[in-house]
């Protein structure tokens, strides 16, 4: 057993040398309800801001630490979270992304 985590342990170091992303270890960000997040790896959340109006976006912004596709996850947006851009849909809200590379 102890062999056995001993090569997972090397293995871990080894992608992370090579810089090779782990996925799922970007912190995500909580504002406004909402969950940001990197789930896949490539990319850092640096922030997030505004209320989602049209006047006021939420402003995501991210940097690219990988050479892959990216892909941000938004959890807790539905209903609940209602419509802030007055469209007829029933949750809608404006969003503007700054990616730095």
Known sequence: MRR???V???AA???QLLGVPAAGLAAPISHQGLVFSDELGGFDLVSVS???TLEDPIT???RVTGDR???LTIRNFGRGF???IGSQHVAA???RKIVIN
Request: proline share 0%; aromatic share 8%; charged share 10%.
């Open 60 to 62: 995501v912004v991210e």
């Open 4 to 6: 056995y985590r001993l």
């Open 82 to 84: 209602g419509n802030r």
């Open 50 to 52: 505004g209320s989602g």
């Open 8 to 10: 997972l342990g090397l």
């Open 13 to 15: 170091l080894a992608g």
């Open 69 to 71: 596709a990216i892909m």
């Open 93 to 95: 809200f404006a969003m």
